[in-house]
Every structure is written in C-alpha cells, then in structure tokens.
C-alpha cells in the first residue's frame, strides 16, 4: 500500500506559476510510476502527466506540453508537477497517482492503483 499526499496549490493569477508536489509513503517509491491527474467541475478526471519509475521516460497531455514539466526525487519519495505559464482552463483538482506498470505510462486512472486526496488549483484571468 502507499499513501499519497499532496501539496503546493493555491490561487494564481494567469500567466503565473504553481510546483504541486507529492509525497509518498508505505511500500517502496520507486517502484511505481507516478501520474498527475486533474478533475474540473462537471468533467471527468484528466490525465496531465506521468513519468516512470526510474524518472527516465515522461508523458504529456498536449494541452500542458512545453508548459508543465513531471519530475521525481527517489530519494526524497517525492513527485512533482512544475506548472508554468497557466490558464485559466488549468484550474482543476490536481491529483498523483501510481501505477505498478513499470515500463508503460498509462493516461486511463483505471490503471493506477492509489491516489492522493488532491489540491486545487485555481487560474484568474
């Protein structure tokens, strides 16, 4: 089992930058690959980003490509999310995922087994 926590939104205006970071605990980080979802009123939950296990390989949706970067610190059992020029459209609820397919990025939530409690993100325009 792991536990997934978190952290780093907030307000921002558009334009501006967010880091969301989260934590892991329980069974061993890295061996997980690791997502980011996100979920805006009345719609479904999205796939934003995900990286595998090693940080070696990361998968974007095309609407954050060039603007939003995933990364991962093994060490510190801590995923990340860098969000950089922001839109409105952005504003969700941001969610971390893992998944124990090592080698394959899966962009459908089905495939991940724990999830964290999420953390809004709000844009202004």
């Known amino acids: 089992q792991v536990q997934l926590v978190e952290s780093g939104g907030g307000l921002v205006q558009a334009g501006g930058s967010l880091r969301l970071s989260c934590a892991a605990s329980g069974r061993t980080f890295s061996d997980y690959n690791m997502g980011w979802f996100r979920q805006a009123p009345g719609k479904e939950r999205e796939f934003v980003a995900g990286i595998t296990w090693s940080g070696g390989r990361t998968l974007y949706v095309d609407s954050v490509k060039g603007r939003f970067t995933i990364s991962r610190d093994n060490a510190k059992n801590t995923v990340y999310l860098q969000m950089n020029s922001l839109k409105p459209e952005d504003t969700a609820v941001y969610y971390c995922?893992?998944?124990?397919?090592?080698?394959?990025?899966?962009?459908?939530?089905?495939?991940?087994?724990?999830w964290g409690q999420g953390t809004q993100v709000t844009v202004s325009s």
């Open positions: 995922a893992a998944d124990r397919s090592w080698g394959v990025i899966y962009s459908t939530p089905s495939h991940y087994e724990h």
